[in-house]
């Protein structure tokens, strides 16, 4: 049974579909129809509505993408759809400043717009502290331009009383009587097919590792931002999904001695403040992972496990010698994040295995970091190419050397022939050319409908210099001529 808040009353849904989504729910059981399906990719942010959580006795509200969240992974948290924000004869705020901005013409993706924008207006979650056009990047509009949305945005003031309607003593109490703790399993009789399906949500890693050894082949659902587009595209039957937000020990950060610990079902949006606070380029990598929507949703283990050649933060990872925590019924085990990609969707994980966490050791002193993204779109796109660099710098000579990439190889990659010519020499413009060239022997890429293989090839080499060229001012980026490098 999948147990949720909606609208002040607890919702039971019972022989669900491991894999429908909320949006195909609220249209098609709920008549909830303002919530909208654009692209079936959470892309296009149409679909957006609001999950609520009981986080340390209060309720954080982030906007999701409904066209990839599956139902199982509502259980234990209050959804808000455009429907629930109003009240009899009133517009909510932002709805209010949408309408007097001129901030929808034919309406389509306005729903959408408008609960994220409620999200930011709660202020209950300090990811969203950010500016509006990065809240409202995961929001796509075809008819009216963003001017009107932007200023409409910008004129929606605070009112406490309306704020406090969400997130009060009673959805507090609601989220209680859930007992989240509990596991959750469920089979479902597709009637279009003869073997049974079913979901579980373990709370414990004990329950997940017992899961695995009956269900070995199931597939784990993080934040279903991958697993999303298998079945909403790619049209594929899952029989056994193992719903994660439940196991509350890979959701958590810790940052020791040892260095920054991430759980496997840390958010994007958890992650991000911690690593930029290791470094200013990864918490601008991350911020630039999908949309709001997306990067609430998507973990960093789970863009490890997916194992995709263009996932942004492997290479990175890579280069800080990141080490990534493997466990099973058998126990745990740690290998260099570099060792887990063997091959196009082949990774190092044994039978009944999951990523359980990463750790990042701390930074040298005097490590030069830097981190590019290359895609077509500055916001909310895949990469084409990603690269992260790692120098150590003594007297002018390079003493060591790590340079990674995603987009160039069928894994994500170290450039040892690169990291070779530039261990040992000096830092110059002429050692970097060595370098740069010697990446040829590193990477065929190849030709795609991102880039092709000469475009990748060059700006990698190209990222290469850059990184070099910003060395002038550690941990920010070099202006040179007024021209952003």
């Given at each position: 049974?999948?147990?949720?808040v909606?609208?002040?009353?607890?919702?039971?849904?019972?022989?669900?579909?491991p894999?429908?989504?909320?949006?195909?729910?609220?249209?098609?059981?709920?008549h909830?129809?303002?919530?909208?399906?654009?692209?079936?990719?959470?892309?296009?942010g149409?679909c957006?509505?609001?999950?609520g959580?009981?986080?340390e006795?209060?309720?954080?509200?982030?906007?999701?993408?409904?066209?990839?969240?599956?139902?199982p992974?509502?259980?234990?948290?209050?959804?808000?759809?455009?429907?629930?924000?109003?009240?009899p004869?009133?517009?909510h705020?932002?709805?209010?400043a949408?309408?007097?901005?001129?901030?929808?013409q034919?309406?389509?993706?306005t729903?959408?717009?408008?609960?994220?924008?409620?999200?930011?207006?709660?202020?209950?979650?300090?990811?969203?502290?950010?500016?509006?056009?990065?809240v409202?990047?995961?929001?796509l509009?075809?008819c009216?331009?963003?001017?009107?949305?932007?200023?409409?945005?910008a004129?929606?003031e605070?009112?406490?009383?309306?704020?406090?309607?969400?997130?009060?003593?009673?959805?507090?109490?609601?989220?209680?009587?859930?007992?989240?703790?509990?596991?959750?399993?469920?089979?479902?009789?597709?009637?279009?097919?003869?073997?049974?399906?079913?979901w579980?949500?373990?709370?414990?890693?004990?329950e997940?590792?017992?899961?695995?050894?009956?269900?070995?082949?199931?597939?784990?659902?993080?934040?279903?931002?991958?697993?999303?587009l298998?079945?909403?595209?790619?049209?594929?039957?899952?029989?056994?999904?193992i719903?994660?937000?439940?196991?509350?020990s890979?959701n958590?950060?810790?940052?020791?001695e040892?260095?920054?610990?991430?759980?496997?079902?840390?958010t994007y949006?958890?992650?991000?403040?911690?690593?930029?606070?290791?470094?200013p380029?990864?918490?601008?990598?991350?911020?630039?992972?999908?949309?709001?929507?997306?990067r609430?949703s998507?973990?960093?283990?789970?863009?490890?496990a997916?194992?995709s050649p263009?996932g942004?933060?492997?290479?990175?990872?890579?280069?800080?010698?990141?080490?990534l925590?493997?466990?099973s019924s058998?126990?745990?085990?740690?290998?260099?994040?570099?060792?887990?990609?063997?091959d196009?969707?082949?990774?190092d994980?044994?039978?009944?295995?999951?990523?359980?966490?990463?750790?990042?050791?701390?930074?040298?002193?005097?490590?030069?970091?830097?981190?590019?993204?290359?895609?077509?779109r500055f916001?909310?796109?895949i990469?084409?190419l990603?690269g992260a660099?790692?120098?150590?710098?003594?007297?002018?000579?390079v003493?060591?050397?790590?340079?990674?990439f995603?987009?160039?190889?069928?894994?994500?990659?170290?450039?040892?022939?690169?990291?070779?010519?530039?261990?040992?020499?000096?830092?110059?413009?002429?050692?970097?050319?060595e370098?740069?060239n010697?990446?040829?022997?590193?990477?065929?890429?190849?030709?795609?409908?991102?880039?092709?293989?000469?475009?990748?090839?060059k700006?990698?080499?190209?990222?290469l210099r850059?990184?070099?060229?910003?060395?002038?001012?550690?941990?920010?980026?070099?202006?040179?001529?007024?021209?952003?490098?």
């Amino acid at each position: 049974m999948i147990r949720f808040v909606l609208d002040g009353e607890i919702q039971e849904l019972v022989d669900v579909d491991p894999t429908r989504t909320v949006l195909e729910w609220l249209r098609e059981d709920e008549h909830r129809v303002g919530t909208k399906e654009g692209c079936a990719e959470g892309d296009c942010g149409a679909c957006t509505a609001v999950i609520g959580e009981l986080i340390e006795d209060r309720v954080r509200y982030r906007a999701i993408n409904t066209c990839i969240y599956f139902l199982p992974m509502l259980h234990g948290k209050e959804l808000v759809t455009v429907e629930s924000i109003g009240v009899p004869d009133q517009l909510h705020p932002v709805q209010q400043a949408m309408a007097d901005g001129d901030g929808t013409q034919c309406g389509f993706c306005t729903p959408g717009f408008v609960m994220s924008l409620f999200a930011k207006y709660q202020g209950s979650d300090p990811a969203l502290s950010e500016d509006v056009d990065n809240v409202l990047a995961g929001n796509l509009c075809r008819c009216t331009g963003y001017r009107p949305i932007q200023e409409a945005a910008a004129s929606v003031e605070p009112d406490a009383g309306l704020q406090a309607r969400f997130g009060g003593p009673k959805t507090r109490d609601l989220l209680k009587s859930l007992h989240i703790s509990e596991a959750q399993s469920a089979e479902y009789q597709d009637p279009h097919f003869e073997t049974a399906r079913r979901w579980h949500r373990p709370t414990s890693e004990e329950e997940l590792t017992d899961l695995l050894k009956r269900y070995p082949s199931a597939t784990l659902v993080a934040g279903a931002t991958d697993v999303g587009l298998w079945v909403t595209k790619q049209h594929r039957l899952i029989e056994t999904a193992i719903v994660l937000n439940g196991v509350t020990s890979l959701n958590r950060i810790e940052e020791t001695e040892q260095g920054l610990r991430i759980g496997a079902m840390v958010t994007y949006s958890d992650a991000i403040a911690h690593l930029a606070r290791l470094h200013p380029d990864f918490g601008e990598l991350v911020r630039r992972i999908g949309s709001t929507q997306v990067r609430n949703s998507g973990t960093i283990g789970g863009n490890i496990a997916n194992g995709s050649p263009i996932g942004d933060t492997p290479p990175p990872l890579i280069v800080l010698n990141a080490q990534l925590e493997l466990a099973s019924s058998e126990g745990a085990r740690t290998i260099p994040l570099e060792d887990f990609f063997i091959d196009y969707g082949k990774q190092d994980l044994r039978t009944g295995e999951y990523v359980r966490s990463v750790l990042i050791p701390p930074l040298a002193d005097g490590l030069v970091f830097r981190t590019y993204k290359i895609s077509k779109r500055f916001n909310q796109d895949i990469s084409a190419l990603c690269g992260a660099f790692a120098f150590e710098i003594e007297d002018g000579v390079v003493t060591s050397a790590r340079v990674a990439f995603g987009g160039m190889a069928a894994t994500p990659k170290r450039a040892a022939a690169c990291e070779a010519a530039l261990t040992g020499q000096p830092w110059t413009e002429a050692t970097i050319d060595e370098a740069a060239n010697a990446m040829a022997r590193d990477y065929a890429p190849i030709t795609d409908m991102r880039a092709s293989a000469p475009y990748r090839m060059k700006t990698a080499q190209n990222l290469l210099r850059k990184a070099f060229l910003e060395t002038g001012a550690p941990n920010r980026t070099r202006i040179l001529e007024g021209v952003r490098l």
